[in-house]
């Protein structure tokens, strides 16, 4: 730290030079003609006699990540958004009074350069500069070069930083953005409409969550950050918008894992005369797209820990993906006993004899549901649809005409981890209100994330919703997913932290 602070005071210091010599260290606008990329990509061919003829010259602006001096002349490499080059600083062309001002200027300063194109002895393309000019003035010093920048928690807290010197990172994000914007198009060509709907709610409802609270001083009232758009999505379906969706920002007050951060982004779409096989249907076919269309290809890497033990592999998207009961997957894939899923009580004991943690509130399908999170969701590597869950696990889902202690349900499995929840759409007024009725009793007995009553989504199912099938699909870990990245920080440009000590 009193390095780094010695650090900040020599570019201080270099400011106050720079004013007094009449120069702006923190500029207003430079135009540019090129960037670095389309430079690199038209020019690399060429020999160095061929550009000499072509005798291209052009301006380019970008951060010093280099600096090698040799007497009086100097190699920068500078990069833009689009990539890095080798500028060439030689008094001679720059002139001696501003290659003496060049002396001022630091690595992580950004600069506009006008040069011709040309090539070095060793043969790489190169901006051979004879105007440099000061556009933007660094007062902190980048991560040295060789080590880049290597703290995690450093990196996220100051991401800015990150993205300079570790451009994997930035790669992170383009794949991240181009992968939201697949879906819009994958969804828009198929009738699909985007809309938005409120993120504080005066009810929270959608999923069982706890949420956050804020207040709201005009209309006197609670207001909740919305835990899902579900509920808001439906009551669209029932006005008439049969095809739906909402790439969205919802809120969890819960903990931090490498998989949950507090605020993700969430896709949920909704699509009228169709349930959840179609679905399933729909949702091979939005993976396979992404894949071709991001990544071109079906086949990704992962790392994945179970039981202590990294393992890696690949996933393939490009093969049907496996649909499995919920029940069935907990003895065949768990290896939880049959009598185990049948009984409550046997169920309870041998999650208490395999260290499962239950809490007394927890219902004989929420043991079910914790048994499947510790022996059945690490081993779903492949992509796998388990279906058909316990009724009391999903409230707002249609029974199964031939079962109705279960539910018309899909969650998919890739890598280890939840990636969509899906289900045919409960569009029974009657029987929604007894559910809800049910969650509210489990809230009045401590479950602090159980659903509330929502009147007025119940008024809306009145009016009379259609046949109807939803799913959500997590963004950030679809993006850990694609990109093999470990923790769902990775993904998320800027993830909530503790505060800086």
């Not at 690199?40 to 090698?68: F, N, P, Q, W």
């Not at 794949?175 to 198929?190: E, G, V």
């Not at 919305?226 to 790439?247: C, D, N, Q, S, T």
């Not at 659903?451 to 989504?457: G, P, T």
Request: aromatic letters at 10%.
């Amino acid at each position: 730290m009193e390095e780094t602070g010695h650090l900040i005071k020599q570019r201080l210091e270099k400011v106050d030079e720079l004013r007094a010599r009449g120069i702006r260290p923190f500029n207003n606008k430079f135009k540019v003609n090129a960037v670095i990329d389309s430079l690199v990509s038209d020019y690399s061919h060429y020999s160095k006699e061929e550009l000499a003829e072509k005798d291209v010259e052009c301006v380019v602006a970008g951060r010093i990540m280099t600096r090698r001096k040799h007497g009086k002349t100097t190699f920068i490499h500078i990069k833009d958004r689009t990539g890095q080059m080798q500028v060439f600083v030689n008094e001679k062309l720059l002139g001696a009074e501003h290659y003496e001002t060049f002396g001022k200027f630091d690595i992580g300063d950004i600069v506009g350069v006008r040069g011709k194109i040309s090539k070095t002895r060793t043969g790489e393309l190169t901006l051979f500069a004879d105007t440099l000019t000061l556009i933007t003035k660094s007062l902190q010093p980048l991560p040295e070069k060789w080590h880049g920048l290597k703290d995690i928690e450093l990196r996220y807290r100051q991401r800015y930083v990150d993205l300079i010197v570790n451009p994997e990172v930035k790669q992170i994000f383009v794949y991240r953005s181009r992968i939201i914007q697949a879906i819009r198009n994958f969804l828009n060509d198929r009738d699909y409409l985007e809309v938005e709907t409120p993120m504080m709610h005066s009810i929270p409802g959608g999923a069982t969550a706890k949420p956050f609270k804020t207040y709201h001083n005009a209309l006197n009232m609670e207001l909740y950050l919305r835990i899902a758009p579900e509920l808001y999505l439906k009551r669209l379906v029932v006005g008439g918008l049969e095809r739906v969706y909402e790439i969205n920002r919802s809120f969890r007050n819960e903990g931090i894992s490498t998989d949950h951060n507090p605020e993700f982004t969430m896709l949920e779409f909704y699509t009228a005369y169709v349930d959840y096989n179609d679905l399933m249907d729909l949702t091979e076919e939005l993976f396979r797209y992404i894949g071709k269309g991001v990544f071109d290809t079906l086949k990704f890497p992962y790392t994945h820990v179970v039981d202590g033990e990294e393992k890696e592999g690949t996933f393939d998207f490009g093969q049907p993906f496996k649909r499995i009961p919920f029940k069935q997957s907990l003895t065949e894939i768990g290896g939880v006993p049959e009598e185990a899923v049948a009984d409550p009580e046997k169920a309870v004991a041998f999650a208490l004899g395999h260290k499962v943690h239950l809490e007394k509130k927890d219902t004989p399908a929420k043991v079910l549901a914790k048994l499947f999170d510790t022996f059945v969701e690490p081993k779903l590597i492949q992509p796998t649809f388990v279906i058909d869950y316990p009724l009391e696990l999903s409230p707002l889902s249609q029974k199964k005409a031939d079962d109705p202690s279960l539910v018309e349900r899909f969650e998919l499995f890739v890598g280890g981890k939840e990636i969509a929840n899906a289900y045919t759409e409960l569009n029974d007024p009657i029987d929604q209100k007894q559910r809800f009725e049910e969650q509210v009793a489990e809230r009045q007995a401590g479950d602090d994330e159980a659903h509330w009553m929502d009147l007025d989504f119940i008024r809306a199912l009145e009016v009379g919703m259609p046949p109807t099938a939803g799913e959500g699909i997590g963004i950030d870990r679809l993006t850990m997913l694609l990109t093999n990245s470990q923790s769902i920080r990775d993904v998320i440009l800027f993830p909530q932290l503790k505060k800086e000590s």
